[in-house]
């Protein structure tokens, strides 16, 4: 077979170099346009667009995996992929706490919106939906009187009915819906601790989102800083329009990023953001989460520095499970009661995809070897 052959039978077992070499391609083109256009010389720019395509990349990786996750949802209806299971925020509670992680207590969990009941829970909670993302299907609450409450850091009341027309409204939202206990930051100064938000590599940690929220759910407002695992500025690594370096890290930040590591070792993908908050009874999870929203600015060096830590995960996961990690997500030993209702799925005498795995986990407490 001639050489062109065989780099054209690579390329098709290959699609991401086939699709990188495209790429350059439409960019040799655009150029050769825009030099027309212009009269000047653009090999400089070309030079820069194919290495910044050559080099690992987060952005790209995450970008990729975003879209290959639609296409996993045809393959995968019955929900057996690790990636198809993290979105379900009350199972990665059960999860945590079966490796010993603090999770919020459960108050009540409704299989509808229809049949929410906010009457019998403590004056102050927090109402979720097991299934979507972002803080405007997260609803805490602080109760004023009779079916009367009021959003937590806003002066908007609601009742019953306003809180279930709003989980209606909102598309994305799927469920079960449940209610849990509204955490309070360390000291008991704040009703909503700060954000701590770290960005795991199978065991490995790439940066740490610190976020503070101070109106529940406006991003206009939210201030943030991007920190290493050791709680060191990013410095020029990271841009974003309400970056705030005044913002401290937590004091429990080592212990927070033990946790990340750990979680980030038993979900079984080689990358995952861990939230967690520090809280006046500890590190509790916040969520896990699979392909974060935002666009921060990453510098070349800082973008190529978390994608070769996500190259690198994907290594050590596969390897681990060739030499006898089970795949897919690993629970621990701990006690973790299920906190669905009583007629998901999950409770069956066959849960099917739900069903836990429980394993003693070495590949979770150990960093991956080389």
């Known amino acids: 077979m001639s050489a062109p052959g065989v780099r054209q039978r690579i390329k098709r077992l290959v699609p991401p170099i086939a699709r990188r070499d495209e790429q350059i391609r439409e960019l040799k083109r655009q150029l050769q346009r825009a030099t027309r256009d212009s009269g000047q010389e653009s090999e400089e720019e070309l030079t820069a667009l194919r290495a910044s395509l050559e080099r690992p990349s987060l952005q790209r990786s995450l970008d990729d995996l975003r879209r290959s996750v639609v296409s996993l949802r045809a393959v995968d209806p019955d929900q057996a992929h690790p990636l198809r299971q993290l979105p379900f925020k009350l199972r990665n509670y059960r999860l945590a706490a079966s490796h010993g992680i603090a999770v919020p207590e459960i108050y009540a969990a409704w299989s509808t919106v229809d049949e929410i009941d906010l009457s019998g829970l403590p004056d102050e909670f927090v109402v979720k939906s097991d299934g979507g993302a972002g803080g405007h299907g997260v609803l805490p609450l602080r109760r004023d ?4 409450y009021t959003l937590v850091s806003t002066d908007r009341v609601m009742t019953s009915e306003d809180v279930r027309e709003r989980l209606r409204g909102i598309s994305t939202l ?31 940690i790439g940066q740490v989102l610190l976020r503070q929220m101070p109106e529940h759910a406006n991003l206009r407002k939210a201030n943030y800083r991007f ?11 990271v841009w974003d329009a309400r970056l705030d370096r005044s913002i401290e890290p937590p004091t429990g930040l080592a212990t927070m990023v033990d946790v990340a590591k750990h979680l980030s070792r038993a979900v079984g993908v ?44 994907r290594w050590h996961l596969e390897r681990d499970i060739v030499t006898g990690r089970p795949p897919g997500i690993l629970h621990g030993l701990h006690e973790a009661p299920n906190p669905y209702p009583a007629d998901h799925i999950s409770q069956r005498p066959d849960p099917g995809t739900w069903a836990v795995r429980r394993e003693p986990c070495p590949w979770c407490a150990e960093a991956p070897q080389a």
């Open 174 to 204: 799927s469920g079960p819906y449940f209610a849990e206990e509204l955490l309070r930051g360390a000291g008991g100064g704040t009703a909503i601790p700060e954000d701590v938000k770290l960005f795991a590599f199978y065991g490995e």
């Open 227 to 237: 920190v290493d695992e050791h709680g060191e500025d990013l410095g020029d690594g």
């Open 270 to 313: 080689p990358f995952v953001r861990v939230d967690l908050y520090e809280t006046d009874r500890g590190v509790v999870l916040g969520e896990i989460t699979r392909v974060p929203g935002g666009k921060p600015q990453y510098s070349a060096e800082h973008d190529a520095f978390m994608g070769q830590l996500y190259e690198d995960a």
């Open 145 to 148: 009187g009779e079916d009367r």
